[in-house]
């Protein structure tokens, strides 16, 4: 029997939302997630649809975001696309349920197998097609079979959780014996992360540049802090459920950053904010918390997500989500081709802008962490509704077979404050948990109710329409960060120095366009330091959120903060980790919200401090 979660997720399409967060969709829906299939030879002409190309985990890492953001905005062409792919995948599904093409199934690593019967779960989510379950089933039973004779390698050996987000979903729905079984299969033909991350942890100095590994790898930390929660389900053991949390803080321990994310270019490579973070693992990152989340019901999951999903996440692409980076940096002042680069062992290449920097796993895996993050907003429990991050939306679902609708109107995380209204055509009984943030001192929930193990809950009959207002007020700080530096916080947002950006195309003679990526060449000067007494002096600048939320030019907030510029070495194009002497008198400096930037310096000495 499997355990029960505390929280679980509502179908996609229960989910409406709504201002900056609809736009930001939006623009998505106009970027790559589309235009991928137009020109991309890994999605274009992929194997799964009967081309010649890449047959593996593009495209279904592709479809992963691709369908829930259709969905969610209620884009036909969209879901026209997500439905060509799929029915494509499900009519060349062999007939003894093997779902992946492979020409020797002995050799083929099976990640792209798991992967894909994730997706399918996904599609079913948004759409209920009722070929789905039958679909999955049999693909299920034939990955059985074939665990008997092929222990899993490779990818699937390190990722193999990733397989039970099909194996639970069709469990609950079927409950047939043979499905934890196979479970228990993955489980011990997989990696044992719990165990590796026990007293004989490696990885708390870096490894040697160029050094490259599964199990330093950062995606795969990122995806397999997950991994426990989902087959503690099973194994019904506490350490299980207490896994994630002990390994999320181990990681941020030796390789953490200000923005929530740990270090990873490609593998874990300490503190120093100069060092990269891959895109793949921090829409993982994401999702993992997602889970994390729904398996425990722990607050602080939420004040993990937001973190990222407002920080590290968007500050990873152009504002039209065109372009991204393979890798970004904390400190960031520009993104030039570096063929000494200070990453531990990607290539010169992994800070640009373009379609394929560097390599081409982001490219297919870059579009769930916004759609994801939507559907994550609103949690259904077992007595009522959890709002697990705040950004606006609208849940409509029914609680006791009354039509409920509970909608957000907030300009969160720009803002301090959230309208609340919900409504139903006639008295309904309904228990609402607000999370509390944990950065917040002093919240305001506007409605009677009671703190709860980190939220707020208000538990009361609603009848007709009731509006309130929750506000969070927000402080600005100065956080401690490694190397004595700061960094400047306020609420779930951290907040940068504006570097102005200048962007140069790459050619490429002989290549495809979408091979050339963009440098970006600093226009002002980078190299300062806090000189700031009292966090609290300072006045944030409230400003329209504009068609761009996360851009320079549509920044909802900024701050002028008190500076002083700074001698700071450099090696070629690799700063040093600290700077020297003030070389200058304090000038006043605009800082904006760390995802609103594409250049930045974000942990810096504070000179006002002894």
């Avoid at 235009?35 to 992929?46: G, K, N, Y």
């Avoid at 002042?333 to 290539?347: A, E, I, L, S, V």
């Avoid at 679902?397 to 300009?411: C, I, R, S």
């Avoid at 304090?586 to 504070?606: A, D, H, K, S, W």
Wanted: hydrophobic fraction near 40%; include cysteine.
């Amino acid at each position: 029997m499997l355990t029960k979660t505390p929280y679980s997720f509502f179908e996609t399409t229960a989910i409406r939302p709504t201002g900056w967060l609809r736009r930001q969709l939006e623009i998505q829906a106009a970027g790559l997630t589309s235009r991928l299939a137009e020109f991309w030879p890994d999605i274009r002409d992929s194997a799964w649809i009967g081309g010649k190309a890449d047959g593996w985990e593009r495209v279904p890492y592709w479809l992963d975001g691709l369908i829930p953001l259709a969905w969610l905005l209620d884009d036909e062409k969209l879901q026209a696309t997500a439905k060509r792919y799929i029915d494509g995948i499900l009519a060349a599904q062999e007939e003894d349920g093997w779902i992946c093409p492979c020409e020797d199934r002995g050799r083929y690593d099976v990640w792209a197998y798991l992967l894909i019967l994730k997706v399918l779960v996904v599609y079913h989510r948004a759409t209920g097609d009722d070929r789905i379950e039958e679909a999955v089933r049999r693909a299920l039973k034939c990955l059985d079979w074939h665990a008997d004779g092929n222990t899993l390698f490779g990818w699937a050996q390190t990722r193999w959780y990733e397989g039970l987000v099909a194996t639970l979903w069709l469990y609950e729905r079927t409950g047939e014996d043979w499905l934890l079984q196979l479970a228990a299969k993955l489980r011990c033909s997989g990696f044992d992360w719990k165990e590796f991350f026990g007293k004989n942890w490696p990885y708390e100095t870096v490894t040697a540049k160029t050094h490259w590994g599964q199990f330093n790898h950062v995606v795969n930390n990122a995806m397999m802090l997950k991994g426990q929660a989902l087959y503690g389900r099973i194994s019904g053991d506490p350490s299980d459920a207490a896994f994630g949390e002990h390994a999320y803080n181990t990681l941020m321990r030796y390789h953490g950053m200000v923005t929530g994310i740990f270090s990873g270019d490609e593998c874990l490579d300490g503190d120093s904010p100069f060092q990269g973070t891959e895109l793949c693992a921090v829409a993982e990152l994401m999702y993992s918390f997602e889970h994390l989340f729904a398996a425990s019901g722990d607050a602080k999951w939420g004040d993990r997500l937001e973190s990222v999903a407002f920080n590290a996440f968007p500050a990873t692409f152009t504002p039209d989500m065109n372009a991204h980076q393979y890798d970004q940096q904390v400190n960031q002042p520009w993104c030039r081709f570096n063929p000494k680069p200070n990453f531990g062992t990607n290539g010169p290449e992994a800070s640009l802008f373009g379609v394929e920097p560097n390599y081409g796993c982001c490219t297919a895996n870059m579009h769930q962490g916004w759609p994801k993050f939507a559907e994550s907003l609103f949690m259904r429990g077992e007595d009522g509704i959890a709002v697990l991050a705040y950004a606006p939306a609208t849940l409509e679902t029914e609680v006791e077979g009354v039509p409920v609708q509970v909608a957000l109107d907030t300009a969160y995380p720009f803002r301090d404050s959230i309208r609340i209204t919900v409504s139903c055509p006639q008295p309904v009984r309904l228990r609402l948990r607000l999370r509390i943030p944990g950065w917040c001192e002093a919240p305001d929930f506007g409605m009677e109710g009671r703190a709860e193990d980190g939220f707020f809950c208000i538990d009361r009959t609603f009848t007709g329409e009731t509006a309130w207002t929750v506000t969070f007020p927000m402080e600005a700080k100065l956080a401690d960060r490694p190397r004595q530096a700061k960094a400047l916080t306020r609420g779930p947002l951290v907040y940068s120095l504006y570097i102005k950006e200048r962007m140069e195309k790459q050619h490429k003679e002989g290549e495809p366009w979408w091979m050339e990526n963009c440098e970006l060449y600093n226009d002002s000067e980078w190299r300062y330091a806090f000189d700031l007494a009292d966090p609290a002096s300072l006045r944030f600048e409230e400003h329209e959120i504009g068609q761009q939320p996360f851009s320079a030019e549509g920044a909802g907030v900024s701050v002028e903060v008190p500076c002083r510029p700074v001698a700071w070495e450099t090696d070629g194009l690799v700063p040093a980790d600290l700077p020297g002497a003030p070389t200058g008198e304090q000038v006043i400096l605009r800082f904006i919200p760390y995802g609103c930037t594409l250049l930045r310096m974000t942990e810096m000495p504070n000179l006002a401090e002894k």
